[in-house]
Each structure stands twice: as structure tokens, then as C-alpha cells.
């Protein structure tokens, strides 16, 4: 931009075209091109040209996005100009060189179509008459912040400088400066409206301080970069002329030391001889390698590993069978066959003595809180060996197991392989927990993983991604624990040896709680003998109204509160021994939340008492059926298709057996049956409710009493013969904690009843059952008043008589 300053004194017309300009404000004096685009302001321009002084008043918008401002939208300040030149271009728009001539207030719109045309008067500026001492340090001070301004960078006309020295006129000089600062409009704008030429320079100044500002921030910055990249590339240079240094005295001990170290590591773990050759064929790629490159760093991390895992580092075993036995009972009531299979394991290892038999592979599925986790670490302490967890749960990703591969950044291995880093040995204990909770997603399938990991015929050459040589699992003791088995894939399933641990009955929780949960809890809560005594009664009465659970998690808790009540009132400063009875248990936990023989009820019509297994232990089920006017059969309470299966052939049964049974077949055609298990809530499936289902419709259709002292449970055929069923001991457990004192079971489940204890066997009568008709004469009261009958009512319905057996001879 150029100013002239010749011929500031000039007169124009009150009305004059208006031209909305964007993005700048035009001062007094400036001249500088213009580029006109819009339709309204090519015609103020040509409006202006047609004219013999052609000047035109130059105003800047407030909004610069505006395409077609608003009066309000245009500043009431601006500049006349005179259009020196004009030149259309190819593309529709003007080119049009102007020079500033004077400020100008806008005083009305005349018109604003099809341009503006406005009536305008001229600012007369105050004159300065002689310049005084501070005017001109004021003058000084801004040539010298602008010479400053343009030192550190600022881009502005190379002329501009020798300008300035010129110019003696405080308002021309502040013009001058603002128009060449790129400042934003409404500053500009602010300047162009300081009519007074002393504030204008101060405003002037004032901006260039705070751009000397920024810009000697934007200097540090730079320098402070630059600096760095300096100073790294120094030391680069440094290191280099130290290392040539070294060479030259031969001084490279240190080096030198840190790779022996590494070497001695490799032969003191005493690998195999292919992973020691890969260890020292890594040691030598790392002593070419810069020691600050990062390919170094990934090299010196992988040998840490290798030589930090045991690769010949066992623990040795502890062969005293009753320590082990003793150690096993002393931190687990019962679980006899498990405490079998790790004494039978230590026999034959004592036997063979050799250190090269193989780990068991163990898996121990059961209900939550009977206790998989802390045997696991039972086993460990009885066997002499470390204990590691791994828990499993919501893994979903392969690497997890195989762990990454090193060009990955931040890789590191599997965690069978962490775990072992973490013992120290090559044969601890393992506990893969929650095993059953496996996933799987795009990452790959972490059950597959593990197959070679748990399968004795693979894992002695286990290869980790991130190591990328073979590891021996095989003296490793894996035991995994699961609580629904099923949830387990078919060949993981398989490389497994599975122990069943089920529920505790109240007698064992009772044993339990006395000699395990009571002092745990009484040691975590601070108190000793001398503060709380528990009654057998009182014990009972937690778990019979306050637990409902195959294991003990719930009722350590309720022992627990019962702990922090009595050191709560130790810590007021009450002194003495709170003795917890049966009748002050609900005083100090509330209202008991399960009623004993809340199952059980009056004998009912169409009602009874089936057995279900679930993972958290046996259940039962209050199976109730009603008829209505209308046919068939409904079913509700969430059952899945087994069920729905069971409860269809059951009928079927029925119906075809309907006048040995002694009901009317009639009613199957006038007759709705509606088959409901309560708890709709919960999905329930399985074919194991197929004789309770078949004897509640009997019952519902002879009007016959069942009674509620019976539970039954068993898959039920067409023919109607009786299945075996699973979870036997889960079911009767159930069974038992309701009260229930006759458990009619399948024939072929005799055999299951060997895993009850025989005192609790004593307790509830097990009979066992061949066909419906057995299941009958037990569940069904006065069943046999009933069949009494039959013969009469079927010569009433004029059915065919049954010929009677021939006798033999």
C-alpha cells in the first residue's frame, strides 16, 4: 500500500455511491487496488466513473460474510476516494485503483437499490499548530517499535521505514502504521473513527506493544526448539567422538561389562541348547547395534526375559503324604475326591522319583463359594510348590495366551508365560480361574489357545509368540475351576480331568462356619473369645434365614456383620462377651429373609415338588396346574423347548393311558390344561422335570391330593419309564434344605447316591423309581383307593375288557 500525501484539502458533492468494502478499512491518503465482484457495487463504481470527479465513498461491513449488507449492517465511518483506474476482467469482475481522500460520516441512505447511493458530510480532523516535546517522543517511540516489529519478522513494505521518516504529521503517521499492521476490522475501524491525532498514535502504540509482544514469544519458542535440535544433535556428536575416543585407548570396558553380564545370565539359567543359541545369537546382533537406536531396546528387553524364566529352576516337592493329607484338611471341610487325587498324585511321584512326570491337569467345576479358588491354593502349600492365578474371565484375546509378536511396539509374552516369571520355577500351581467365562471376537479364540497349553502331549514344547522358542509346561500343575461346564468347548473339556465339588448341606456349613469362617472373621474384625461366642443354634438360624446358597460366600458375610456389630460396640467402650443366640439373631442382622418350610404347604390338587440343577446349586420347583373350559395344553413360566417337549409327551402319555388312569377322555376334548412353574422370571429348561410334570397333570385330572413331603425329579419316556438324570446330590441337597423328607429318583441313579454322605442319606428317603406308575403309588395320596376303582369306571364308559393272563400249567 502507498499514501500520498499531496492535496488533503479536497470538497465533494453531499451525495456520493456507496461501496461496501470487506476485510479492510481504507484510510485518508492510502491508495491500493480493489477487486468488485458484486452487482450492486459494479454499478456504484460505474455510477462513480460517469461522473466528472469520481470520487465514491468507501465504508467498511461489520459482517464480512454479509453478501448483501443491510444499512445497519455498514459502519456510519468511512473514506472518500477517488477511482484513479479501472479495468474489467475476464471473469465479470473490476479491478478499480482508488486513493483515500478524506473521512466521511454517513448521514442518511438515499438508496439501496439497484447500489447505494448516501448523502454524506465531511469530518473536518483538528490541525496540530506546533508539535510539542512529547508528541514528538511519542512519534520516536512508534517509528522505533515499528522498526523493532519488522526486526523480529514482521512482513510489511520494504518502503514503509524510509515513509516514516518523512512524515511529521502525528495523524498521517498513525494512518500509515495502521494501515500497514493487517489489523482486523473492528480495530482498524476504531482507529479510523479516532478523529483526535494524538489518541490515534496512542492506540497505535499501544497495538504494537502487544505485537512486539507476541512476537517475542513466538521468538522464544523458535529459539527454544532450535535449541533442542541443537543440543541433541551435540550430544550425538559428543557420544560419537566419545565412543571413537574409547576405540582408539581400547577403553570400552563398561560396554563391554553390561554384555558379559547378559552372557553370564544365559548360561547360568541353564537353557536348552536351541534357546541359548538364539540367546547368544541375539547378544551378538546387540553388540553391533547403537546403543541408543531402538531396535537395541527391544533386543535388550527380549533377552531379560529369556533370562529371567526358570528354565531349570523347580521347586522341590514335598513327598510326606500326611502332611499333605493334614494340610488339605486343615483349609478345606470334605472335598474328599479331590484330596484323593492330589495324594494319589504325590504317591506316584514319591514312587517313581524321577522329576519327569508329568503335571495333572484338574478342573474343578462346582457352584460359586464351595471353595475352587482357595484349594488351588491349598494344593500349593500341601505339594511344596508356588501358587499363581490366572484369571480368565472376559478374555477374549488369543494374544493373551500366546502373548504378541515382537515387531509390535510395547509386545510382551502370553501370561503362562508371566506367570512362571512370577514363580520363579518351572512347576508351580496354576489356577486358570473362571474358565467357563472365556470369550472370543475378531482377536481370535483364547479357548483354542490353550489347547496345546493344557494338553501333556504339547506343552512340554509351548511356543510364546514373543519368545518364538519352546517352553516346557509339563511339570506345571494346571488346575482350572468352572461353574457351568457346558459354558466349556467340547476339546478344552476334554484335555481335562473334571472333579464335581457340590453344595454344603447345613450340617457341613454349621462345621464350617465353627471351625473355618468364625475365626477368619473375628481375627479381620479385631476381635478374640473373650469378646463373642457363637451357640450352634445361632449359626443355624444365620444359615436357614439369612442364606439360601451352595457354598459360604453369603453366610461369611452375615458372620461377618454379625463381628463388626460386636466391634462396634467394644469401640463405644461397652466391655463383656456378647453371647449370639438363635432368638437374637434377627435382633442383630433384621428379619430373617428365608422362612424355613416355605416350600412346603398344605397337600394340594395338581401341585408338586419337582428338583432342578443350577450353577450356583440345586433348586426346587413348585410345578402347578389348573383346568379350564376350552383344549389343549398352555404352558408359562419362561420354559425352553426340552421342557415344553417334556411337558407334551407327558400328556401324551396320559391320554394314551387315560383308562388305566381312571380319567375320562372326554376331558382332553372339553378341557384346557394350564401348566405353570412360578419364578417367570427365570429361564428355565431341561428334561429331568418330565415325571413331575406327568404327575401333576394326573393329579389335576383325578382330582387326587400330592403330597408336599414328596420331591421328585427324572426324564420321563412315552412309554412312561423313568430316565436318569445329573446333579443328583445338588437336587437332594435342596431337597434337604426345605424340609423335604421323600425323594423319589430314577432307578438308574442308585448308583449316584454313593457321593451322599450316609448320615445325610439317613435323613431324607430315597426311592427309587422304574416307571410313572412307581412314581404314582408314592407322590399321589390314597393312589390306591383311586385305581380301586378303575374296573368300575371303566364298564361304565363300556370300554373292552382286558382278558385276563392265562395261567400256566
Known sequence: MVTNYEGDSIEFKETLPLLPIRDIVVYPFMILPLFVGRES??????????????????????????????????????????????????????????????????????????????????????????????????MRTVREQLEKVISLGKVLSPDILMVLEDIQDPGRLADLVASNLNLKVAEAQNILETFDPIDRLHKISDILTRELDILGMQAKIRSAAKEEINKNQKEFFLREQIRAIKSELGDEEEKQ???QELKDKIFVCKMPDEVEKEALKQLARLEKMHPDSSESGIIRSYLEWLTDLPWSTSSQDILDLEFARNTLDEDHFDLDKVKERIIEYLAVLKLKNDGAMKGPILCFSGPPGVGKTSLGKSIAKATGREFVRISLGGVKDEAEIRGHRRTYVGSMPGRFIQALKQAKTNNPVIMLDEIDKLGSDFKGDPSSALLEVLDPEQNWSFRDHYLNVPFDLSKVMFIANANVLENVPGPLRDRMEVIQLSGY???????????????????????????????????????????????LRTLERQIGSLCRKVARKIAEGESGKTHILGETVEELLGPAMFQRGDEKGE????????????????EILHIETTKMKGRGLTLTGQLGD??????????????????????????????????????GAIPKDGPS??????????????????????????????TGKVLPIGGLKEKALAAMRAGISTVIIPEKNKKDLVDIPEEYRRKINFVPVKTISDVLEVALIDWHKHMSKIPKMVSKHKKEKIPPKPIAA
Open 41 to 138: 457495487s459494479i454499478l456504484a463504481v460505474e455510477e462513480s466513473i460517469s461522473k466528472t470527479d469520481r470520487l465514491i465513498l468507501l465504508a467498511s461491513q461489520k459482517d464480512i460474510q454479509a453478501e448483501s449488507p443491510e444499512p445497519s449492517e455498514i459502519y456510519e465511518i468511512g473514506t472518500v476516494a477517488m477511482i484513479m483506474r479501472m479495468r474489467k476482467l475476464p471473469d465479470g469482475r473490476i479491478k478499480i485503483l482508488i486513493q483515500g481522500l478524506s473521512k466521511a460520516r454517513i448521514t442518511d441512505f438515499l438508496q439501496t437499490k439497484p447500489f447505494y447511493q448516501v448523502k454524506a458530510e465531511k469530518i473536518e480532523l483538528p490541525t496540530e499548530a506546533n508539535s510539542n516535546v512529547a508528541d514528538e517522543a511519542l
Open 257 to 259: 561389562d553390561e554384555f
Open 505 to 551: 448341606t447345613q450340617e457341613e456349613k454349621l462345621l464350617i462356619s465353627k471351625k473355618y469362617l468364625i475365626p477368619k472373621q473375628m481375627e479381620e474384625n479385631g476381635i478374640s473369645d473373650d469378646h463373642i461366642e457363637f451357640t450352634d443354634d445361632s449359626i443355624s438360624s444365620v444359615i436357614q434365614g439369612f442364606t439360601r446358597e451352595a457354598g
Open 603 to 618: 397337600d394340594e390338587v395338581g401341585v408338586v415338588t419337582g428338583l432342578a440343577w443350577t450353577a450356583v446349586g440345586g
Open 642 to 679: 426340552v421342557m415344553k417337549e417334556s411337558a407334551h409327551a407327558a400328556l401324551g402319555y396320559i391320554r394314551s393311558h387315560a383308562a388305566e388312569l381312571g380319567i375320562d377322555e372326554n376331558i382332553f376334548e372339553e378341557s384346557e390344561i394350564h401348566i405353570h412353574i412360578p419364578a
Open 689 to 718: 422335570a418330565g415325571v413331575t410334570l406327568a404327575t401333576a397333570i394326573i393329579s389335576l385330572l383325578t382330582d387326587s391330593l400330592v403330597s408336599r413331603d414328596v420331591a421328585m425329579t427324572g426324564e420321563m419316556t412315552l
